[in-house]
């Protein structure tokens, strides 16, 4: 059964960082892209960061684009993302996101796949 387990979350003052982790069990990771999301009260889930099973090639939302990183580490199954700069607007419950297959791409909106419970990020202006 997959299993994915955010950590890293809390308050922050603006213009502070966070790293978030997850950590994934149930698969072989490794052959799995990962993705971050996060979801503000009363607006919809929004594409935060993803990154391919290779750790090779990423990719960003715009209005995290150069403030935020996403890594991973095959070895332990977990994924990062290093958040610097942090602004109120990213205030969020953030989480982790496993496509459905393996070395499929995270889709912006997935229809599928496995989601962690998520971390709250809270930042104060």
């Known amino acids: 059964q997959v299993q994915l387990v955010e950590s890293g979350g809390g308050l922050v003052q603006a213009g502070g960082s966070l790293r978030l982790s997850c950590a994934a069990s149930g698969r072989t990771f490794s052959r799995y892209a990962m993705g971050w999301f996060r979801q503000a009260p009363g607006k919809e889930r929004e594409f935060v960061a993803a990154?391919?099973?290779?750790?090779?090639?990423?990719s960003y939302a715009d209005s995290v684009k150069g403030r935020f990183t996403i890594s991973r580490d095959n070895a332990k199954n977990t994924v990062y993302l290093q958040m610097n700069s942090l602004k109120p607007e990213d205030t969020a419950v953030y989480c982790c996101?496993?496509?459905?297959?393996?070395?499929?791409?995270?889709?912006?909106?997935?229809?599928?796949?496995?989601w962690g419970q998520g971390t709250q990020v809270t930042v104060s202006s």
């Open positions: 996101h496993v496509p459905q297959n393996q070395f499929a791409r995270v889709a912006a909106t997935p229809e599928s796949g496995y």
């Open positions: 990154i391919s099973w290779s750790g090779v090639n990423s």
